[in-house]
């Protein structure tokens, strides 16, 4: 069996509403990160684990992104684009973008287009096989926005932490979904809010717990706090 997946599908349809006035004439995942695209950080990084075809899912100012990379041979990737006319929310998109694979048969990876991650697919693919799983979810841990006040019985401030990982998990934003289980996502709206509690209450929803580099891009203080990462310079 292969490592990682051949195909992925990259959800790149995002307004970016946060991120004005970098998003009025791009969607979110070409705002730029140093000189180069968000998306590039991701598609470089899929072509180095091992994935060969990828569906980019978009809507907002959608040229952008297909006149950048094409079919991705610069890459060294097979890139095509699955189109909404209207937003379909984040499932919708992976349901339509899901018609475009070849192989139903294996997992595919989806991932959000505003993460940079250096993730191994490697090892979340022999989890996701290990455990027979129909879809698994990566987590990371939760870092506290805020720098945390540690106060005593005796209502004293006794130090501070500057925004600290907390003992919880979020969604990452990517998934390793078995083909059969993309007709089980809405045609409209978002998986998180329908199909995912519903897996999880079923216990059917595995999780895969990931410590290392993963970023999202929401606003422009993410933007600048990603700009400084060194890790960026020398990507995969």
């Known amino acids: 069996m292969k490592a990682a997946p051949d195909e992925a599908i990259v959800l790149a349809g995002g307004r970016g509403e946060r991120l004005r006035p970098f ?6 995942p070409m705002v730029e990160v140093g000189d180069q695209p968000l998306l590039l950080y991701t598609l470089r990084w899929l072509k180095s684990s091992g994935v060969e075809r990828v569906i980019i899912a978009c809507n907002y100012k959608h040229d952008a992104i297909s006149d950048y990379f094409g079919d991705g041979d610069n890459l060294g990737l097979n890139i095509s684009y699955s189109i909404e006319e209207k937003s379909l929310g984040r499932g919708g998109a992976i349901k339509l973008a899901s018609g475009h694979l070849k192989d139903l048969s294996s997992s595919i990876l989806v991932i959000n287009g505003d993460v940079v991650t250096n993730l191994p697919l490697s090892d979340l693919s022999s989890y996701h096989n290990n ?6 979810i990566v987590c990371v841990p939760l870092r506290s926005p805020y720098g945390i006040v540690e106060i005593d019985q005796n209502g004293l401030a006794t130090g501070f932490r500057e925004k600290p990982v907390l003992d919880h998990w979020i969604n990452a934003g990517i998934y390793l979904i078995n083909g059969a289980l993309f007709d089980s996502f809405p045609p409209y709206g978002e998986h998180e809010e329908t199909l995912f509690p519903t897996l999880a209450a079923k216990k059917e929803l595995h999780a895969y717990k990931f410590n290392g580099f993963w970023r999202t891009v929401d606003t422009g203080k993410d933007l600048e ?3 400084k990462e060194d890790i960026l310079s020398n990507w995969v």
Request: hydrophobic share 20%; glycine share 0%; aromatic share 6%.
């Open 23 to 28: 998003t009025y004439d791009r969607p979110k």
């Open 131 to 136: 455990r027979k799983a129909n879809i698994t």
């Open 225 to 227: 706090e990603l700009n």
